[in-house]
């Protein structure tokens, strides 16, 4: 379904019964990215999956900030009439996921993180990571879509993934060239790293539980996630053994034993 919220067109679906699960994925994703290790999963869940503003069937919306975004899903959440919610985010969508458990504690019963972070600590990084991401949205204007796809797949956050199957591989290439240039400019420019608020300082007063996910293999991410876990109260940490950033990708089935371990105890 499409639900417009503040102008702005959402593409949202909605599956099965019992505690809702939102799911907010990656840079260059789709809410389709967690089909298989959904597929996977021994309980039941109320899945709600919303494709981010500039991807997939939300598309180009303009340059939404971190904070605009949560509270347009805090308005949807309450369309669907749920009162609180699970959260699961991935990269993007993990620092989508714990932005909206800072800035709205009381709709979140928990959070599960992959491969996600807090942002940047320093105006000095965050100046920096600006500018790279502003690098990152010229090429896509100029170059278009495929060329910033052959670059994007050769970035070492995901060498891990040369080795997964010739058509795995395939499916995730096409996923990403489903994507507008535009919309991927324009996530960029409003919600990516450099752009978004720091939380550092919030994660000693988020009370609510915390599973942080990441690839034993990206060591950036664990050492980010490392430090998540000696400031977050109710903190749960899995380090997935020969994964990289892409764990739910990389490593589906193992992935789907740790959001069931951590829905249903």
């Known amino acids: 379904m499409d639900s417009n919220i503040n102008g702005r067109e959402y593409k949202v679906m909605r599956t099965g019964e019992g505690e ?18 959904l597929s996977y999963l021994s309980g039941s869940y109320d899945i709600v999956k919303v494709d981010l503003p500039g991807h997939g069937g939300t598309g180009p919306l303009g340059a939404v900030s971190m904070e605009r ?27 989508a996921a714990l932005s909206f ?36 949205a010229d090429m896509l204007l100029r170059d278009g879509l495929d060329a910033f796809v052959d670059y994007w797949e050769q970035i070492p956050l995901f060498r891990t993934q040369d080795s997964l199957p010739e058509e795995k591989k395939q499916e995730i290439r096409t ?35 915390v599973c942080l996910i ?19 109260p109710k903190v749960h940490w899995e380090e997935v053994e020969g994964a990289g950033h892409a764990v739910h990708l990389e490593k589906p089935r193992i992935f789907a034993k740790i959001v069931d371990s951590f829905m249903l105890k």
């Open 20 to 37: 809702p699960l939102l799911l907010l994925h990656g840079f260059t994703g789709t809410s389709g990215t967690f089909d298989e290790p």
């Open 69 to 95: 975004f949560c509270r347009d899903l805090h308005e949807l959440l309450d369309r669907l009439e749920i009162e609180q919610v699970h959260l699961l985010g991935y990269s993007l969508g993990g620092r």
């Open 101 to 136: 458990a800072v800035l709205y504690p009381d709709k979140v019963k928990s959070i599960l993180l992959e491969s996600a972070s807090p942002g940047l600590a320093s105006t000095e990084e965050q100046l920096a990571r600006q500018a790279k991401d502003k690098a990152l």
């Open 175 to 209: 996923e990403r060239l489903s994507h507008q240039g535009q919309g991927l400019a324009e996530s960029l420019s409003g919600m990516g790293t450099g752009h978004q608020p720091s939380w550092w300082e919030q994660l000693t007063t988020l009370t609510i539980p």
């Open 214 to 232: 990441t690839g034993a293999e990206d060591e950036k991410f664990k050492n980010i996630n490392k430090q998540m876990s000696e400031l977050l």
